[in-house]
């Protein structure tokens, strides 16, 4: 019988490469929250993948870009500290679009990570034919000497198992490092936030997403009664932004509030009272208090 092998795996990536729907896939439930929007991950969220053979802890860390603001020098502060640490690197380049100055720059920071083993996922397999994609195959073996390179499509879930077997063979040879039944580290106030976040962004202006942080004041079961109470914030850096995030009539808040109430339902298995308020803390992106008091 194979040696068990436990480890962390991280995929990187230019924003909207398909890194958070990968996680969801292989880990087989959302953990990640997926968006059109570029720097939709904050967090370098740990999704737990159980096999009989090994166990893959998957990092999904922000895009890798060049910051704007303090919150970007924080989100890319936060990729090079995940990266120093895990065990296996890998750069996701989707199958339908060309290689382009993002992922060279990416590929080059890969260089400053010398302890993990490099592999490169070619993702969004199921939008190209099949010399379309080998012909892409044959462009990201030009990046560099990659330990492994594997084409998946997480929509259309082919090459998932294959993918899984990869790499969980180039972890270290380790006792499983999470219980059977742990699908995230994530706590569950952070995976409600994150849904909220993930229904407001729908939608919105490309402006918009880096504005969005959620926080929730209270939550917890209703007494005597099977419902799951949740008083939540959507802050915003504009009083603009905060019309934006509202609508005409309260009508979007009320979509953001009933779109985020389904996903968290199904997390917490019971209903869910959900109250939204709205507020404006202006330029929270660039100061290192408000930065902290929103948690990051």
């Not at 499983?176 to 909220?196: G, H, K």
């Not at 109430?261 to 208090?289: H, T």
């Amino acid at each position: 019988m194979s040696e068990h092998r436990s480890g962390f795996v991280s995929f990187v990536g230019r924003p909207n490469v398909g890194k958070s729907t990968l996680t969801n896939a292989l880990v087989g439930q959302k953990v990640a929250i997926t968006s059109s929007k570029p720097q939709t991950t904050r967090r370098a969220i740990r999704g737990i993948v159980h096999r009989k053979n090994g166990q893959l802890i998957l990092v999904d860390t922000p895009g890798l870009h060049r910051p704007r603001t303090l919150l970007g020098q924080r989100l890319n502060d936060l990729v090079d500290s995940t990266l120093g640490d895990v065990d296996v690197i890998a750069l996701c380049i989707p199958a339908n679009e060309k290689i382009g100055p993002g992922d060279a720059f990416i590929n080059e920071q890969l260089n400053n990570f010398r302890r993990a083993k490099l592999v490169c996922i070619v993702t969004k397999s199921e939008l190209v034919s099949r010399d379309q994609l080998a012909n892409q195959l044959m462009e990201v073996s030009k990046l560099r000497d990659w330990a492994e390179i594997i084409p998946v499509s997480a929509v259309a879930e082919q090459q998932l198992d294959e993918l899984g077997d990869v790499l969980i063979s180039l972890l270290p040879v380790s006792e499983a490092l999470y219980p059977e039944d742990a699908v995230t580290d994530e706590t569950l106030e952070e995976r409600i936030c994150e849904l909220i976040r993930e229904a407001a962004l729908e939608g919105v202006h490309d402006e918009l997403p880096h504005s969005l942080a959620v926080t929730i004041d209270e939550m917890g079961k209703r007494e005597g009664r099977d419902i799951f109470d949740i008083h939540a914030n959507v802050w915003v850096e504009r009083d603009s932004q905060k019309a934006i995030i509202i609508g005409k009539g309260a009508s979007r808040i009320k979509d953001v509030g009933s779109k985020a109430r389904s996903g968290i339902e199904k997390l917490v298995g019971q209903k869910v009272f959900l109250n939204i308020r709205v507020k404006v803390a202006p330029d929270w992106q660039r100061d290192p208090k408000q930065l902290g008091r929103l948690g990051f």
